[in-house]
């Protein structure tokens, strides 16, 4: 049972309820406007017009918005079969988020971990240990961005875009499979990249921040006469992180009282560049990334200076897409992506050695999608999808004296087709239905689907949903030892999924929407990285059935005056089927309140977002503490032609509090940070 300390419960009560009361608040002035006529009567938008009307714009035009990942095309958000939530560029602005972690920490129903490393997404009550998002799938304009040894999507520094150049990310929520195969197991995150025309022209941004952060931006954009529209960028960011971070576990004078002195670096630069022409848009991204581990993970000595990771990621992208008049669009891609991966580890054997991980990754692909209006009532979708990892290289090594305890190199092919019917029973009922089929040449074939039967009337929609999906073993969970503390296990199995879920979504007139969504999933063949009593090596096994169920309840408004805000609350409780216990890092309420407040006009906005997350079980089976994070932000728009301005200040209660840690932690939970704050400028010229 969850118990909240009089403090935090005070402090959530004050401020969620104040969210709460400010966003319902301009519902009755705004309604007695409307019906006293003195607010104009919108015209119908055309049927072609969603389309072109983004997140933000769609909800103050009375439009529903627009999801194109639930289903490979553009569709009304409440004719997708899922439970959608859209994350807009205005929204990103006004609330501050430096990073895509960021971002997907607001999201109903979402958390995350870091590990002082990386960050790892938590949905649904789920974020086991040892894995590295592979449960997840991240696309950047429907590439695929999880590589082909980890199965890692990556979230923090780590991540290959800008958040300055996101116009909306799409969560789509539940099994997903039955359209992208692996990894689109809990659900899809596509983030929609902005184009030339949203630019028009050059844009520079720095950022200051805590533990001398500092991060810098170049961005061009246009888009020509000749119909030839590009977008480029740059960034580099450098942060010295925490100049102590104190570690109770190895608090002994050898190893400096506990203290780990300037290990906390991270430093990353990343480009990204997209350019459109006619029916062929060409993009590509790379992130270049470094950071120090200050928590001695895998055994290593602790404040030893050396440990560190490096992260390459770039990919390249040609898409082609024709609409033609038959009511046939036809869409394709070729695609190429390279993932490198360098870990230095300073081990004691004795004698101290630095001990080494590489990882190198080459795969290309193609992707065609035919959609098609067949009889009216049927909006078909046929694609197929081939995919070469050609390379998939991975060792681990000591440097002096040379030894190798991995050597693996492999490849594989996977080939997939994939069928989807959307069939309009009749105005109100859609029926949308539909499987992949996916063949690896590693360990054979599986075949996921997927139906939806979602009703809507008037302002009300009800969607009954059923999805199944898997993720198949990936060779760092079946090849991978080190010279301490793993081990390998090629006989893995590919786990899958089932989920069942309700979702009710209601519109209140213009400008507020609420949903609810009730779901049930069972996971069979479980891969959980786990500590063999034997011998005391960390190794990955499948597990038992997990069973888990949940509610997430949301309400979000936005107004033309500026107001914009949601609050959520998420409870969820998944255990494993054979102990009947609560899985590890898998907190049971999730709380949300975000609002966003015009002070001045259209120039100057106040922002608030705070979070509360129950307590989680950890790796050893104790418990961290409960989590009550508010963060406070001010921004400024066009106080002087061309400018922006943030200034934000993180948990800015100063809340104590640790993510739990994995198998390669001594620490039960890792500390994280405290009060800090963050300082933006932004020129367009």
């Known amino acids: 049972m969850t118990i909240w300390h009089a403090s935090q419960l005070g402090k959530f009560c004050s401020v969620s309820v104040g969210i709460a009361l400010i966003l319902l608040c301009p519902v009755w002035g705004i309604a007695q406007t409307e019906l006293e006529g003195i607010t104009p009567k919108r015209e119908p938008t055309p049927s072609s017009a969603p389309t072109q009307v983004s997140g933000e714009e769609a909800m103050l035009l009375g439009e529903i918005p627009i999801v194109y990942s639930a289903a490979k095309y553009e569709q009304k958000v409440n004719e997708a079969p899922a439970s959608v939530t859209i994350i807009t560029a205005d929204q990103i602005r006004k609330y501050g988020y430096r990073t895509f972690s960021q971002v997907l920490q607001s999201v109903p ?140 576990e190895f608090n002994t004078p050898d190893q400096n009282n506990g203290i780990a002195h300037r290990m906390d670096q991270d430093t990353f630069h990343n480009f990204f560049a997209k350019a459109s022409y006619g029916d062929f848009t060409l993009q590509g991204g790379y992130v270049g990334r470094k950071k120090r581990i200050p928590t001695a993970s895998f055994g290593t000595m602790f404040n030893n200076g050396r440990d560190a990771t490096a992260d390459n990621r770039g990919y390249l992208d040609l898409k082609y897409q024709h609409e033609f008049a038959n009511q046939l669009t036809v869409k394709g891609r070729l695609y190429y992506d390279r993932y490198y991966y360098r870990g230095d580890f300073l081990v004691d054997y004795p004698p101290p050695t630095l001990n080494q991980d590489f990882l190198t990754t080459d795969q290309v692909g193609g992707e065609l999608t035919l959609v098609k209006r067949l009889f009216d009532k049927h909006k078909v979708t046929l694609g197929g999808e081939f995919r070469s990892q050609f390379r998939m290289d991975q060792s681990n090594k000591d440097a002096d004296p040379p030894a190798t305890y991995l050597d693996d190199k492999r490849k594989s092919n996977i080939g997939a087709f994939y069928l989807q019917d959307e069939f309009a029973i009749t ?90 969504s009730g779901y049930y999933y069972e996971i069979d063949r479980l891969i959980s990285q786990v500590l063999d009593p034997s011998d005391g090596l960390l190794v990955y096994q499948n597990g038992n059935k997990i069973n888990a169920k949940g509610l997430e309840l949301t309400l979000e408004g936005k107004w033309p005056s500026g107001w914009d805000g949601r ?119």
Not at 440 to 466: C, D, E, M, Q, V
Request: hydrophobic share 35%.
């Open 109 to 248: 129903g979402l958390f995350t971990t870091n590990d002082r490393n990386y960050e790892y997404l938590g949905f649904r009550g789920f974020n086991r240990p040892g894995d590295y998002n592979s449960r997840i799938l991240l696309l950047i304009d429907g590439h695929r961005l999880n590589d082909a040894v980890y199965d890692q999507a990556p979230i923090g520094t780590d991540s290959p875009i800008d958040v300055d150049l996101i116009d909306r990310v799409e969560i789509v929520r539940g099994p997903s499979s039955s359209l992208y195969g692996t990894n689109a197991f809990f659900g899809v995150i596509n983030v929609i990249t902005k184009r030339g025309r949203d630019i028009k022209g050059a844009e520079g941004s720095w950022e200051n921040s805590s533990f001398t952060s500092n991060k810098g931006r170049l961005t061009y954009g246009n888009k020509l006469s000749n119909g030839l529209e590009f977008i480029a960028s740059g960034s580099y960011y450098y942060s010295v992180g925490q100049q102590n971070v104190f570690y109770q």
């Open 567 to 685: 609050i959520s609350y998420a409870i969820q409780e998944a255990r494993d089927s054979a102990s009947d216990r609560l899985l590890t890092n898998s907190p049971q309420h999730l709380v949300k309140g975000n609002l966003i407040i015009p002070l001045f006009n259209d120039k100057v906005f106040a922002s608030l977002e705070t979070r509360y997350m129950s307590s989680r079980i950890t790796f050893t089976g104790s418990s961290s503490k409960n989590v009550f994070l508010t963060n406070a932000t001010l921004f400024t728009q066009q106080l002087l032609p061309g400018w922006e301005f943030s200034a934000q200040v993180n948990n800015l209660f100063g809340h104590r509090y640790g993510d739990p840690g994995s198998g390669e932690h001594v620490q039960d939970t890792i500390l994280q940070d405290g009060r800090t704050y963050w300082l933006k400028l932004k020129y367009r010229f």
């Open 427 to 516: 105005d109100n009922l859609i029926l949308n239905a539909g499987f992949r089929y996916d063949h690896y040449s590693t360990f054979g074939g599986t075949a996921n689907p997927r139906a939806g039967l979602i009703y809507t009337w008037r302002n009300t929609t009800a969607k009954l949903l059923y999805g199944r999906a898997f993720r198949a073993p990936n060779p760092f969970e079946q090849f991978y030892v080190a010279s301490v503390g793993s081990k390998p296990n090629p006989d893995l199995k590919p786990e899958s999924i089932s989920t069942y879920e309700l979702v009710l979504e209601q519109y209140l007139g213009h400008h507020i929407r609420g949903s609810a």
